[in-house]
């Protein structure tokens, strides 16, 4: 029996610790109008950290260079010209990002109570039917600490990360509304997907499905 007891606690001894990632969000306004929600996914085991960009379908990037301590955090990339360098302030990670210029941007941990809305993160994309033509549309939605922050793109238009002045999403209604382009959108689930309509002048019927997470 004490080889037995023996044996089992060697074993537990020896399974290494799982690493435990925190997700950090922050939004960073680009502009007035336009905002872009970053995110950075620290592993406190190996003090190592990859980049999220869910506006812009960007999510596990490993930047070029990167500094994770528990006082501070900074990074830098050569391909997206970009850097960071924050410090952790009062349960905030607060400091400046620079790409092209200068910008404040604050990070907050992603709690318990917000990891269940990342399940609704991602691309919802579709198509309006306008004279026998097709307009794709995509819906970027990211997650934040407290809610939810969403762009629209039309790729064919070349408009990408058009501001939305309302947007809400669960899982079972999705709805949003743009002042920029004069557009709104309600839509329920069916069939795994949001089927609505898209008003931009006049109605039109608009069904977005989850492509990407």
């Known amino acids: 029996m004490t080889i037995k007891i023996l044996c089992t606690l060697i074993f537990l001894c020896a399974i290494p610790t799982q690493a435990k990632i925190e997700q950090w969000r922050g939004k960073l306004e680009v502009s007035k109008q336009l905002s872009l929600v970053v995110g950075i996914n620290i592993d406190t085991k190996t003090k190592s950290l990859t980049l999220d960009s869910p506006n812009q379908k960007m999510f596990e990037y490993t930047p070029s260079e990167f500094l994770v301590s528990d006082k501070a955090v900074s990074f830098s990339d050569t391909k997206l010209n970009a850097s960071y360098e924050g410090q952790f302030v009062d349960g905030e990670l607060v400091g400046t990002f620079i790409q092209g210029k200068a910008r404040p941007l604050t990070f907050a941990l992603l709690g318990t109570d917000a990891k269940p809305r990342l399940q609704l993160e991602g691309t919802y994309a ?88």
Do not use: R, W
């Open 126 to 213: 579709g198509a309006l039917d306008i004279n026998g033509k097709k307009l794709p549309l995509e819906l970027q939605v990211a997650v934040l600490q407290d809610g939810f922050h969403a762009t629209l793109d039309s790729p064919a238009q070349q408009s990408f990360a058009i501001p939305l002045s309302q947007f809400s999403i669960n899982a079972n209604e999705l709805s949003f509304e743009s002042n920029m382009i004069n557009a709104l959108y309600q839509g329920v689930i069916k069939e795994g997907e949001y089927s609505g309509t898209f008003t931009q002048g006049f109605a039109m019927p608009l069904s977005l499905k989850k492509t990407l997470n």
